[in-house]
């Protein structure tokens, strides 16, 4: 079991881009959610998709979309990319009738740097 | 709106020390506690989880105990190696699985 992947490792882009991050969830589970951790801070909830759905959103712009696929993979796409947006993307991924015993398991994440 | 604070932001202990870090939350309905491991530059470890009606976990040197009334967590560590040094961050589930992070312990153990 690979556990949780993610990809790219690393991105570095320039302000106006548009970037797409890719998340392949844990053998068995079927819930990706994506966090954005600024240096320095805890990781902050941006969505999370179940059947091809959001579901759940925090607090970011429209400019943060997302996207799950059949085999549960997910996609995270950032639009007219800021300075402040530089910060690691982690997926997490987890089974959601685990219930209340739900363990989020988390990839590598991606290092996006906005220059 | 539920916010979590980790107390101390860092600290460095020498190897072999018992310590203990200190996890708050300010909305006690909460599904569920869980304790991560982040080594620079990487992703997430989790290694305690605890639910809402338990008070405590163990796993090997670690220990987490929960006082869901009072809105407080602790991250026992038993020992410490030099192995251990890492940020720890708690979370917090309330109901859904969105969890709020704390902005972690910087734990830095001196052989």
């Known amino acids: 079991d690979a556990g949780v992947t993610q990809s790219p490792t690393h991105l570095i882009k320039t302000r106006g881009q548009q970037v797409t991050l890719r998340c392949s969830p844990k053998?068995?589970?079927?819930?990706v959610s994506w966090y954005q951790q600024a240096l320095g801070q805890g990781p902050q909830f941006i969505f999370q998709?179940?059947?091809?759905?959001?579901?759940q959103r925090g607090n970011f712009p429209d400019r943060f979309s997302g996207h799950q696929f059949p085999n549960y993979s997910s996609e995270l796409n950032v639009n007219a990319l800021l300075l402040g947006d530089s910060a690691l993307y982690l997926c997490?991924?987890?089974?959601?009738?685990?219930?209340?015993?739900?363990?989020?398991?988390f990839g590598p994440g991606t290092r996006l740097l906005v220059l | 709106k539920q916010e979590v604070t980790q107390i101390p932001a860092a600290l460095s202990v020498p190897e072999g020390e018992n310590l203990v870090l200190n996890c708050s939350f300010t909305?006690?309905?909460?599904?569920?506690l869980q304790w991560f491991r982040q080594d620079p530059g990487k992703g997430l470890t989790s290694l305690l989880l605890?639910?809402?009606?338990?008070r405590e976990q163990t796993s090997g040197r670690l220990n987490a105990s929960l006082d869901k009334s009072s809105g407080r967590s602790t991250l026992y560590i038993a020992a410490s190696q030099p192995g251990d040094s890492a940020t720890y961050l708690c979370a917090v589930r309330p109901i859904g699985s969105r969890l709020t992070f704390g902005e972690g312990t910087q734990l830095t153990v001196n052989p």
């Open positions: 997490a991924s987890s089974f959601v009738a685990g219930g209340s015993q739900e363990t989020q398991y």
């Open positions: 053998s068995g589970h079927d819930t």
């Open positions: 998709y179940y059947e091809e759905e959001e579901r």
């Open positions: 605890i639910q809402s009606s338990q």
């Open positions: 909305d006690s309905a909460i599904y569920n």
